[in-house]
């Protein structure tokens, strides 16, 4: 689930949905940004669609609310959906670029 990181985003926004996760049971995510400026901060989330109701997300990861450069980790254990996004939500006018990456497993729950 690599998302971002191509181009600079300077509005909210988020990625399309990723359906790779519906035979794994743990995820962690990593969140690299590499550029960032002029916000006053960014919130950035992994969402869950809800399989039954078009169009409904759920929040079921959140990131420290980005204000610099910076790194972060995040897992989701148990991982129960099959759909998966990123959503960003901007706040003030500035630009930020950063990548989000998935790394699953189906083994022993990840620490």
Do not use: K
Not at 32 to 56: K, L, M
Not at 68 to 75: I, L, M
């Amino acid at each position: 689930m690599p998302s971002g990181g191509a181009s600079a985003e300077t509005a909210t926004g988020n990625t399309n949905d990723y359906g790779q996760f519906a035979s794994f049971q743990h995820a962690v995510f990593y969140l690299d940004v590499s550029a960032f400026s002029g916000f006053t901060g960014v919130a950035i989330t992994i969402q869950e669609r809800n399989p039954r109701i078009t169009g409904q997300y759920y929040d079921v990861v959140t990131f420290t609310s980005v204000t610099a450069v910076s790194n972060q980790r995040a897992v989701l254990d148990p991982c129960l959906g099959t759909l998966y996004r990123v959503r960003w939500v901007v706040t003030g006018t500035g630009s930020i670029t950063f990548t989000v990456l998935a790394v699953m497993s189906t083994e022993e729950a990840i620490p």
